[in-house]
């Protein structure tokens, strides 16, 4: 039971990664699901989130008009696309789910590293 995540690397500032988020062991279309980020010293940060049904996303200010997230539910793959990365946006990325319902996230995944520098 588990997410795990994959798609972080190095990038140019202005440049695109996507992020994928595998679920298994849990009916994942019942599950709302975000991404999260935390640099080295700073607090973990929501980016966006999306709802079971993927007909709901909320974006973090920072990266709105940037980010986009989306699901598959058939595929159980939650996914991050990033376009024009800044310096700002190095983190490690990790990607939670949680019951409708619940404020707490019941799954987390490792995380990737992402980051952005010339």
């Known amino acids: 039971v588990g997410l795990v995540e994959s798609g972080g690397g190095l990038v140019q500032p202005g440049g695109s990664l996507r992020l994928s988020c595998a679920a298994s062991?849990?009916?994942?279309?019942?599950?709302?699901m975000s991404w999260h980020r935390q640099a080295p010293g700073k607090e973990r940060e929501l980016v966006a989130h999306i709802s079971s049904t993927g007909g709901s996303t909320n974006y973090a200010d920072s990266v709105k008009g940037r980010f986009t997230i989306s699901r598959d539910n058939g595929m159980n793959t939650l996914y991050l696309q990033m376009n024009s990365l800044k310096p700002e946006d190095s983190a490690v990325y990790s990607c939670a789910a949680r019951a409708s319902g619940i404020i707490t996230y019941k799954y987390w995944g490792q995380g990737t590293q992402v980051t952005v520098t010339s």
């Open positions: 062991g849990f009916t994942f279309m019942n599950y709302h």
